[in-house]
């Protein structure tokens, strides 16, 4: 069955502003290139979407990058992209969809469907998906920032229980940032 997977960039003291990281270089655009490539679908909340959608798709039109920036742009651009939003009506990116089911309906569809990784890529699903336990893995780039305010992962939805991870590698990127790979406990 495939693997539902979130993936986040967050300060050393658990915010998920993008405008407070260390700014995305080369390396971490691979680290979250090669990440895609696992994936064939990725999930997005309004918010998110419209932080990803169209400045990834217009880098990989327009190759206004580096050589990586423009690969992880490519990779983007190519995956089908599924949108959850109550105010949408339609998106004009040939590869996204609107959500026509729950979410929860939506991802245990797609689980049972054959297909690659299933990438979560929006606080707010990963919160509810959490709270459903519906992700097998977490990925977390811990940044060597203090930010101090902005969202935090669980601010949508409050777990009802503590989830236990397992950790399963990491890795150091050379602007000090850490990614560290989890899956959910059995």
């Keep these: 069955m495939r693997k539902v997977i979130f993936a986040i960039n967050m300060s050393a003291d658990g915010y998920c502003s993008h405008t407070d990281m260390v700014a995305a270089d080369d390396e971490l655009h691979k680290y979250f290139a090669d990440l895609l490539r696992n994936g064939d679908v990725l999930l997005y909340g309004r918010v998110t979407y419209e932080l990803m ?16 920036t423009n690969e992880f742009a490519l990779v983007f651009d190519s995956m089908e992209k599924i949108l959850f939003s109550k ?15 729950s979410l929860a309906d ?3 569809s797609l689980k049972k469907k054959p297909g690659k990784d299933i990438l979560v890529g ?13 992700i097998d893995e977490y990925r977390f780039v811990i940044h060597p920032v203090i930010s101090g305010n902005g969202p935090k992962l669980f601010d949508a939805v409050k777990l009802n ?17 850490v990614a560290l790979r989890y899956r959910k406990s059995v």
């Excluded at 399963?168 to 050379?174: A, I, M, N, V």
């Design 53 to 68: 959608v169209p400045f990834w798709p217009d880098v990989a039109r327009d190759q206004s990058e580096s050589e990586i």
């Design 87 to 101: 105010t949408w009506k339609k998106v004009e990116d040939p590869h996204t969809r609107l959500a026509k089911e």
């Design 106 to 108: 939506e991802v245990i």
């Design 122 to 134: 929006s606080l707010s699903l990963a919160s509810q998906l959490s709270e459903l336990h519906l």
């Design 161 to 177: 229980e503590r989830l236990r991870l397992d950790l399963l590698g990491s890795e150091t990127f050379e602007s000090g940032a």
